[in-house]
């Protein structure tokens, strides 16, 4: 994001964008959250994104939302810490900020997040100066992101197009013309562009929880992903659940976590990978694009790690604890999917992992183990297999190239994906 004033020509009028705007407000109320009457709602979102924000909000009072509190981050104020502040302010983050998130969510607030940053924001940073911060950031967030990652209630992440990330999807097209076309994107990957679309979503919703059904009754015990640059073996926590689309948080609320979704995923073992992995898509993390990652695991471990782009920024991102280096989620996602479909690269992970088969570093999802991990105590996760960390970052390893198997317990293997696709 440049700063400047928000312009017709820079930023579509939201009158423009009606009635599809109303409707991305509909699904992420009533499909993402599922908000409850008397429910609080806490939300964050760009500057930028503030017509989707009011649309959400006004959506959310008509679902009977008691409170919605909503925070907006401006890059330009971001960017003036990296010129002016002292170098200590980069060890230094908001813990009161999160540690209240947190409570609100102990208390049976839900969580929405719109995501549109700019992904180049801290290109030519000081790269040690950002990896303090996101360190820093990291810890104090704990207690917010334990509860997300808990799933101990609902919430979910959206999307809105600003003229930053626009420009990096679009760079040939005038600003305007590209934040349309994003939204365009935006629109039809979330399924707001037919007659009904919680219809839609319900559909796909199914669709969804029969690929992991089928998953779940295949017990497998690793699945290996092999193509160009990749022969990784990515063994699965004992006890794990597949999950995908729709879940009931602990809170006993059915919310999708992500609009768009397109994953079934599930959790690691984080002592049980193996062998070498090239990512297919740039990561777009906290302002910075890191390209080209090539990485090789040991017993579990990132042992070697390198990067076309941004491998300062992914050496600093392994060393955040002992967590970051072993994975806390792997998910499968066809290379048809409506956003591969798109033929875009997004350079945004909410977009570009449910275009192809993803890894994450650092924090396991509890949800994903049977019974959705009830009563299942951090000792009990971690002999399970599950990972922990300050950090969950995903990205992409899938590709129409990629060849996907579920290996038994005995060994023998079955076809998952070939060429990307379900087998």
């Not at 810490?81 to 049976?108: I, K, Q, S, V």
């Not at 070697?304 to 955040?320: C, P, Q, S, Y």
Request: some cysteine.
């Amino acid at each position: 994001m440049t700063g400047h004033a928000e312009t017709p020509a820079a930023m579509p009028p939201a009158e423009a964008l009606e009635p599809r705007l109303g409707r991305l407000a509909e699904v992420a109320v009533r499909v993402g959250l599922n908000l409850q009457p008397g429910q609080e709602l806490v939300m964050t979102a760009p500057l930028e994104a503030l017509p989707l924000a009011r649309a959400i909000t006004a959506e959310a009072y008509r679902a009977g939302a008691s409170l919605v509190t909503t925070f907006l981050g401006d890059d330009v104020q971001s960017l003036a810490r990296f010129a002016h502040a002292p170098d200590a302010a980069f060890d230094t983050a908001a813990g009161w900020l999160y540690a209240g998130m947190a409570e609100a969510y102990r208390n049976g607030a839900a969580r929405l997040a719109i995501s549109g940053d700019d992904p180049s924001l801290l290109v030519g940073q000081d790269p040690g100066k950002v990896a303090r911060a996101n360190r820093a950031r990291s810890k104090a967030y704990v207690p917010a992101l334990e509860l997300i990652a808990n799933f101990a209630t609902n919430w979910t992440i959206v999307s809105a197009a600003t003229p930053a990330w626009a420009r990096t999807v679009f760079p040939d097209l005038p600003e305007g013309q590209a934040v349309a076309k994003l939204w365009d994107a935006i629109f039809a990957a979330s399924r707001v562009d037919g007659p009904d679309p919680l219809g839609a979503w319900a559909a796909h919703n199914a669709d969804l929880h029969a690929r992991k059904d089928a998953l779940n009754a295949n017990r497998f015990a690793a699945l290996r992903f092999r193509g160009p640059g990749t022969d990784l073996t990515v063994g699965l926590a004992d006890d794990h659940e597949w999950c995908g689309g729709a879940a009931t948080s602990r809170s006993g609320i059915t919310c999708n976590a992500n609009i768009p979704t397109e994953e079934v995923f599930t959790t690691p073992h984080r002592d049980r990978v193996q062998g070498h992995v090239t990512s297919t898509k740039p990561l777009s993390y906290q302002g910075t694009l890191i390209d080209g990652i090539a990485v090789r695991f040991e017993a579990g471990r990132i042992v070697e790690a390198r990067a076309r782009t941004g491998g300062d920024v992914l050496a600093n991102v392994l060393d955040t604890d002992a967590g970051a280096r072993h994975l806390g989620e792997v998910a499968l996602v066809p290379a048809s999917s409506a956003i591969s479909a798109s033929g875009l690269l997004f350079y945004n992970t909410l977009y570009d992992e449910n275009a192809a088969s993803h890894i994450a570093l650092g924090q396991a999802y509890s949800k994903c183990f049977r019974e959705g991990g009830a009563g299942l105590s951090e000792a009990d996760l971690a002999a399970r297999g599950a990972n922990r960390s300050l950090i969950h970052i995903d990205w992409m390893i899938g590709s129409s190239e990629i060849d996907v198997d579920g290996i038994r317990a005995d060994g023998q293997a079955v076809p998952v994906m070939r060429g990307g696709e379900w087998a």
